[in-house]
């Protein structure tokens, strides 16, 4: 029995079919192919927050900036000062906080500033039974070392209990006659000549932030023997 021969007709018109199938399939994915500009639009949507989530290489821009109201120079005693300050008493008060050494020989903004932030991401002092609030933050300028031309500090919080064991350092500023001015190191470096002698060690700052570790208020406390 002879098979049926393929009519070339019929062949003809099966090819050009598949030909305008293909050639339709081509059209339709062109049409939804993206274009250059929505490549760019979708490569910024996809990577932007994976480049969110990578650390920069100055973390310390990703740190809060403390907007420090001094301009802290090196103590000086031989400079005459007719400013007038208010002499208060202070009642004793112990500290519980982070020692530094400030170098004099070095910028003592940037020292601070570093400082600051130290005690900011410090969360276990933070958290430490022994502080008494959180509201008001201490800067001690517990000892000014002219031989070694340093100033060493304690930053941190009030304590509730002296004694109380701690990781942390503990200072106790006892009560006595201070004067009332804006920085400890302003009246360090320029001292009054009527107000009594300066004991250049345990005086403090009183500082209160707000939520976003701003200064809200900077009250300076500096020793004087009458």
């Known amino acids: 029995m002879e098979l049926p021969r393929h009519n070339p007709l019929i062949r003809g018109i099966y090819l050009l079919a598949i030909l305008m199938m293909f050639l339709f399939m081509a059209l339709v994915i062109k049409s939804y192919w993206p274009n250059n500009q929505q490549m760019s639009h ?18 310390a821009a990703a740190q809060p900036e403390v907007n420090l109201p001094m301009k802290p120079t090196a103590p000086a005693t031989n400079v005459e000062n007719n400013t007038q300050y208010e002499l208060v008493k202070r009642a004793n008060k112990v500290v519980i906080g982070l020692p530094f050494t400030l170098r004099l020989n070095e910028n003592m903004e940037t020292q601070l500033s570093q400082v600051w932030r130290q005690f900011y991401n410090h969360d276990d002092l933070h958290k430490d039974p022994n502080v008494k609030s959180k509201s008001k933050i201490l800067l001690v300028y517990q000892h000014f070392n002219s031989a070694h031309s340093n100033i060493e500090i304690v930053i941190g919080y009030a304590a509730k209990n002296s004694s109380q064991s701690s990781d ?39 500082y209160i932030l707000d939520r976003e570790f701003n200064i809200i208020s900077q009250t300076a406390y500096v020793r004087v023997t009458r």
């Open 42 to 59: 979708w490569n910024d949507q996809l990577l932007a927050p994976i480049a969110e989530r990578l650390p920069t290489q100055d973390t």
């Open 168 to 206: 942390f350092s503990l200072v106790e500023i006892p009560a006595g006659d201070f004067l009332k001015a804006k920085s400890v190191l302003d009246v360090w470096n320029d001292p009054p000549k009527t107000a009594g002698v300066l004991n250049y060690q345990k005086d403090y700052e009183s």
